[in-house]
């Protein structure tokens, strides 16, 4: 088993008013094959004995699935690896004696709320804004299982429906833009029937949210995508705009 000592530079801010820092640590007898977010555990652990603020960072399930872990490691959204979110990062994919840089989403849409916690309520409110559908409660609703959806739309459809809202697209983007969340947000209903009903209302009211919030264009660069842990695909930004296009005309 391969034991490493690091210096890890991370940012430090007391709260959302307050100016930050970057400061120092280092950690001794870090094993390769913990995760990153033990290596954290280490760290706090450590501070806490000393009589030190613990480093504040979001985590839940860590297991790849909420998203809540996003950091930006080394100037990278979730770290070196790829296809995976931080909680899934491994020390293995680190040296001994390197330096690492721990920092939180820089978006002006995601504030700090604490070190390396940012508030991303943003991408909740987009949601509330079309991520629902209109269900029959008559008491004649169609049995889902009743209507034919070809096996193509409901792939790109459960792609795009994995996203898991983490924010990777947005620190990833030199415009910080939300264009791949909202987009797969607007695909997963798009491409099914039961999403057409709001299809027009939903594009349109998810988009101004997004703008509102602060985020900015798409690059057209393909950072997102190269950074998001699900690998949600540049197709449904396209989709999105092919989207908003018609329900711009449908509304005019």
Not at 34 to 54: T, Y
Not at 153 to 162: L, N
Not at 207 to 227: I, P, R, S, W, Y
Request: charged share 25%.
């Amino acid at each position: 088993m391969d034991i490493m000592n690091l210096t890890l530079k991370i940012w430090r801010q007391k709260d959302s008013n307050a100016k930050g820092q970057m400061v120092d640590y280092k950690v001794t007898d870090i094993s390769e094959h913990m995760s990153f977010l033990e290596m954290m555990d280490v760290l706090n652990e450590g501070l806490v004995a000393k009589g030190e603020e613990p480093v504040a960072f979001d985590h839940d399930c860590r297991e790849g699935i909420c998203g809540m872990c996003s950091l930006q490691i080394n100037g990278e959204p979730h770290g070196p690896d790829r296809g995976i979110t931080t909680c899934q990062l491994h020390m293995r994919m680190f040296n001994d004696g390197d330096t690492i840089v721990i920092e939180p989403w820089r978006a002006a849409a995601f504030p700090v709320i604490k070190d390396l916690i940012v508030d991303r309520t943003a991408f909740e409110r987009i949601q509330q804004a079309g991520g629902y559908i209109s269900v029959n409660t008559s008491g004649n609703t169609q049995d889902a299982n009743a209507i034919p959806i070809s096996k193509e739309a409901a792939d790109k459809a459960m792609d795009a429906a994995t996203c898991i809202g983490c924010g990777a697209c947005v620190a990833a983007c030199k415009n910080a833009s939300a264009m791949l969340f909202t987009s797969a947000k607007v695909s997963q209903f798009a491409l099914l029937p039961q999403g057409r009903v709001e299809a027009t209302e939903r594009v349109m009211n998810m988009v101004k949210q997004m703008d509102l919030e602060g985020f900015g264009n798409c690059t057209n660069t393909g950072a997102c995508e190269v950074e998001c842990p699900k690998g949600i695909s540049l197709e449904n930004i396209a989709r999105m705009n092919r989207e908003y296009l018609a329900a711009s005309v449908a509304k005019s």
